[in-house]
């Protein structure tokens, strides 16, 4: 048979109704993923109009009917149980299909630019070891391929793998740690992976482009974006591509490992949160948001780009509910924006969220965060969240600085006492404002009991 016949063909068993659609699912639902636990998860795909179709849930041995609509779409709800596996779901319609090796357990969307896309193939601390240990198939990965569109996408090439060395040589390093450190402590719980992460991008091509067009801020900061050669610049981008196949897949949260690419911006603060309340709009669920402060680096002809970023995104856990923040600045180098210490990074984030998710006792999650100062004379008191066993690394702070109205920093001397810090320098008489590593490469001096640092601040 000729090309032209076999189309000719085909077109006749289409407009005959006689060539049946079989059921499909996006990529998302796939074998050895997770799910949910103890949830309602959307289940979708796709049908032949009005075809009868049937699905038998493994965990419970129910069965529900589905019927597509007349654009070929369904979609069903399921209850899930407590974590365990595995499980199938088996779909039959003009055709079968079956989703073998699925977990319930607990399932996080990891995005970012490359300090979350980077893997231990690219180069992390004790590669090579931490390679060889890493044999979990209770935790899975899903990896996003790197693609941009111009309009929201259904689906997206990949497929969920069980975690080996192979498989997490090549996974996101932070968000394999960030698992490996919940599994721990949860018990074995399945962990659910899933990364959408590129390198070099900012916040805007994450989120929906038209949540952008309706904000004035958000607008006016993405219309001053610089295109580059690696990636995309315009808004929406890679939410269309990498974000939108996947809203409506059940999470426990979300991690966030992005803020270099839009170095230069004064009001990152509007645009994460922007980015975090668009997500949750999207998914109709106001899931948990964890982020990671960017490390302090030496950007070329700019002083103070970076730290306005890293005070940014201390201002977000204040304007927005549920929502975390790791700082590392005191394991990154700063001629490095790529620090290698994954594991710490991971790790925090991991008892970070234990603590405030799970209600699991990991100690201290948070360093010093700034919280007020009081003034007296030219002296001033800062006072800290998370202050308890308050010290510097060495005898002294070098990192504080005040200003009087005028607006003018000075580098201040400061003490400890009683677990707030007391501030003044003899330029200043009448006091205003205070900062703390207020320079893109300050690395943080200022610690409390368990060891973690304080985050870069300027005093509102």
């Excluded at 129910?62 to 149980?81: C, F, G, M, S, Y």
């Excluded at 103070?304 to 005070?311: A, C, E, K, L, M």
Aim: hydrophobic content about 40%; overall charge neutral; aromatic content about 12%.
């Amino acid at each position: 048979m000729n090309k032209i016949s076999f189309y000719l063909s085909l077109f006749i068993l289409l407009i005959t109704g006689t060539a049946k659609a079989n059921v499909l699912l996006p990529s998302c639902f796939s074998d050895n993923m997770v799910l949910q636990r103890n949830s309602e998860v959307t289940i979708w795909g796709w049908a032949s109009p009005f075809e009868d179709v049937t699905l038998t849930v493994g965990w419970s041995k129910e069965e529900i009917k589905i019927k597509p609509d007349n654009q070929a779409h369904w979609e069903v709800k399921l209850k899930t149980p407590e974590a365990g596996g595995p499980y199938t779901l088996h779909f039959k319609g003009y055709n079968e299909l079956t989703i073998k090796n699925i977990m319930i357990g607990e399932v996080w969307f990891c995005s970012g630019q490359s300090n979350m896309e980077w893997s231990a193939s690219i180069g992390i601390d004790n590669a090579e070891a931490e390679i060889a240990k890493a044999n979990y198939p209770n935790i899975r990965f899903f990896t996003a391929p790197k693609i941009a569109g111009t309009s929201p996408q259904m689906n997206i090439v990949g497929n969920w793998q069980e975690c080996t060395p192979e498989t997490m040589k090549y996974f996101s390093a932070v968000a394999y740690f960030f698992g490996e450190r919940l599994q721990k402590d949860l018990k074995d719980v399945p962990i659910g992976l899933i990364n959408s992460s590129w390198g070099g991008t900012p916040a805007e091509i994450w989120m929906p482009e038209d949540y952008i067009a309706k904000d004035p801020v958000l607008a006016e900061a993405a219309a001053k974006l610089t295109p580059v050669t690696w990636g995309p610049t315009e808004p929406g981008r890679t939410y269309n591509t990498m974000i939108n196949p996947f809203v409506g897949f059940k999470l426990a949260g979300a991690i966030w490992y992005q803020g270099e690419s839009n170095v230069g911006s004064t009001v990152y603060d509007k645009t994460l949160a922007g980015l975090i309340k668009s997500w949750r709009k999207a998914w109709g669920d106001d899931f948990p948001f964890y982020f990671i402060q960017i490390a302090p680096f030496n950007y070329e002809n700019d002083t103070y780009g970076g730290v306005i970023i890293r005070n940014s995104q201390r201002k977000v856990l204040n304007e927005v509910p549920k929502t975390g923040m790791v700082v590392v600045g005191d394991v990154s180098p700063t001629d490095d924006i790529h620090p290698r210490d994954k594991r710490t990074v991971g790790e925090r984030l991991g008892n970070l969220v234990l603590k405030s998710q799970y209600g699991i006792d990991t100690g201290v999650v948070y360093g010093p965060l700034y919280k007020d100062i009081t003034i007296s004379k030219n002296k001033v008191t800062i006072r800290f969240d998370y202050a308890e066993g308050l010290h510097f690394s060495s005898k002294k702070s070098e990192l504080f600085e005040v200003a009087g109205k005028d607006g003018k920093f000075y580098p201040a001397t400061a003490t400890i006492k009683n677990n707030t810090v007391v501030v003044s320098s003899k330029k200043v008489k009448e006091p205003v404002t205070v900062r703390y590593a207020w320079h893109n490469t300050a690395k943080p001096d200022l610690f409390n009991g368990a060891g973690l640092p304080a985050s870069s601040f300027l005093s509102e």
